[in-house]
C-alpha cells in the first residue's frame, strides 16, 4: 500500500491568463462524446463532452467534467447513470448538434435506444459507448468531475472523431 503524505502547501498564482492556458490545452487532441441521461422526469437530456478519459481497467472507472453553468448540471449531478458516446469521425454534425440549441432540438428527430440498465443513448453507430453508474461526483473549480463505473460498453471498428486546437480533425485514421 502506499502511503501518502498530507500536502499542507498550496498552488503558486499562474504565470498565464486563460486564453493562454486554453491555447496550451488545445495542443492535447480529444476524443468528442456525447453523454445522455434521463433528468428527474424521465426525460432525455445529452450534450457533447470532450473530457472523457479512462481512471482504471479494475474496477472499469471513467472520468468526465462538466461546467458548472450547464443546464444539464443538476440531471448528471443526480442521475443514478448515463452512457458516454464516442463519435465517430463522420458525426461531426450530431456533436455541434448536441453542443448547442437547447435540450429539445438536440433530441427533435434522433431515436433512441435504452442500454440494458435502461439508460438512454443515441440510436446510431458511434465508435464505442459506455453505460456507467455514476460513481462519484466531484466540485472542482468551475467543473464538477463526474466518475463512472462502467457497466456495460460495446464499440465499433469506427475512426474516432477527434478535437484539436479549436478544431475538429476530420481525417483520423482507425
Known sequence: MVSRALVTMSAQTPSFNDHQFKQALGRFPTGVTIVTARDKDAMPVGLTVSSFNSVSLTPPLVVWSL?????SLETFEHCQRYVIQVLAADQLALATRFASGTPDERFAGQSLVDCPNGTPRLDQACAAWFECYNRHVYDEGDHI??????????????????????????TPSV
Open 67 to 71: 461546467k458548472r453553468s450547464s443546464h
Open 145 to 170: 468531475v463526474l466518475i463512472g463505473e462502467v457497466e456495460h460498453c460495446a464499440h465499433a471498428e469506427r475512426a474516432p472523431l477527434i478535437y484539436h486546437g479549436g478544431g475538429f480533425n476530420l
